[in-house]
């Protein structure tokens, strides 16, 4: 075995093994193709935390814990292992056989028995073969990329339901508060009421109208306990218990600049999707041209017979094979994949064209909610303010009970309202930044980690 053929061989393949394409970055390519700049990751304040569990990193905590996030970890892992399994195409292929066993050979003139044990062992390297190797290989790695991108969409949905149920559950818990002020100053006034109705200074009409003020605060009462319960409900789903008074709710765009938000939707999941798909159109189309080259490869090999009388046997070249005629499969191939490249392109920039529609039409709803809830808060002012002089004009009998009941009833709707408005703008916040890289971003959340953590 020690033969210097055999030893150059091996040592030729060995060489011919590091020659392997350099991988390309396909992130910078869909990057591009998104026309996207590289973000500056912006440091974020975590220091006013007052509870054990914010909602950062209650987002944070439970989406590893999701199912459906589990079951996209696993496929993330999977499409992770086939790029190693595409990449070992370019590496030396080892195979070895063995056989023991007899051997009978009969002829006229005589007969020979052989027992023993044959080996063989070949080395083959890939030299060439168009790019069709480089090219499944980086279909792998988009794969992996996609499914990187799919696990980042889910997980954004988790923390997007979770910021919800907490809203909501705060939203509601606030109302409810706000309900339980107004009604006893509606009950006091109706007592109030009562007295003046039962000595004949007022009509019986006012006492009416307070009663029916009070039904319609019951009523309200048994809404908003209901969406109480559902919110509740909701958030069971991610942890054991509902968060106290203290559990802090930031928003995930305070922290991102006018211009950024304008370009937010440029991150958002289906843009990454359809950008993914447009990249593995092009190398689907680059392995459809390469299948048109030969392939080459280098081959060594060394085979010993179980015959002690028959020589070992040695074998050092160069094995081409091409394909010169397929009947147009190939050219066929060729062509369906241009199309599926050109579908890809336009579909991405459909897909572009509604999400931006979309972002912008939330980002103007934000600022339209802002000033609304900015005239309403001077709104609740003045209501106050009548509130407050109608109270004191009672003593001198300038107001009546009537008046001020309906200034009551007004302070409450306008206090209300303003709840209503603030939790639709955070959770308008939280939809935009789902729809985007800035919900995982505010979270600080880490794929690999996650992964990892979803097992």
């Known amino acids: 075995m020690h033969n210097p053929i ?187 009421i009562q007295k003046l109705t039962s000595s004949g200074l007022i009509d019986k009409s006012i006492l009416l109208s307070a009663d029916s003020e009070i039904g319609e605060l019951n009523l309200r009462q048994l809404q908003l306990s209901e969406k109480k319960d559902r919110s509740i409900n909701e958030i069971l789903r991610f942890f054991q218990k509902v968060p106290n008074e203290n559990f802090v709710v930031e928003s995930p765009l305070s922290e991102i600049n006018t211009s950024d938000l304008n370009v937010l939707w440029q991150t958002a999941p289906e843009i990454k999707s359809s950008a993914g798909a447009l990249l593995a159109a092009r190398y689907q189309l680059r392995l459809a041209e390469a299948a048109m080259s030969p392939t080459v490869s280098a081959n060594a090999g060394v085979s010993s017979p179980m015959s002690n009388d028959d020589p070992t046997t040695y074998s050092l070249g160069l094995v081409a094979n091409w394909t010169i005629g397929d009947g147009g499969r190939r050219k066929a191939k060729i062509d369906a994949s241009k199309q599926s490249l050109s579908a890809a392109q336009n579909e991405l920039d459909s897909i572009k064209q509604e999400t931006k529609r979309k972002f912008d039409a939330g980002l103007s709803k934000k600022q339209t909610l802002i000033k609304q809830i900015k005239e309403i808060q001077n709104k609740k002012k003045r209501a106050d303010t009548k509130l407050q002089i109608l109270s004191d004009q009672m003593s001198t009998g300038q107001t009546n009970m009537k008046e001020i009941l309906s200034a009551n009833a007004a302070v409450y709707q306008i206090s209300d309202q303003i709840i209503t408005l603030r939790s639709e703008l955070t959770i308008l916040q939280y939809e935009l930044a789902r729809n985007s890289d800035s919900l995982l971003n505010f979270i600080d959340f880490d794929v690999t980690v996650s992964t990892e953590n979803a097992k």
């Open 6 to 192: 055999a030893n150059i061989a091996i040592v030729t393949l060995i060489a011919i093994s590091g020659c392997t394409a350099p991988s390309s970055n396909l992130q910078n390519e869909i990057n591009d193709i998104m026309l996207l700049k590289p973000e500056n990751k912006k440091i974020r304040n975590t220091e006013k935390i007052a509870e054990a569990m914010d909602l950062k990193s209650a987002m944070l905590k439970s989406i590893p814990k999701d199912p459906t996030f589990m079951a996209a970890a696993a496929k993330f892992r999977e499409k992770n292992y086939r790029v190693k399994v595409e990449s070992a195409s370019r590496k030396m292929q080892l195979n070895a056989d063995a056989t023991s066993g007899f051997m009978r050979e009969e002829t006229k003139l005589s007969t020979d028995n052989t027992a023993g044990i044959s080996a063989s062992l070949r080395l083959s390297q890939l030299v060439y073969d168009g790019g069709q190797t480089d090219a499944r290989v980086e279909l792998a790695r988009i794969d992996s990329i996609n499914a990187a991108n799919s696990l980042k969409a889910i997980a954004s949905s988790v923390a997007f339901d979770v910021a919800s149920a907490v809203v909501e559950y705060q939203t509601s818990t606030a109302q409810l508060q706000l309900l339980d002020e107004f009604s006893k100053r509606a009950n006091k006034l109706r007592d109030q």
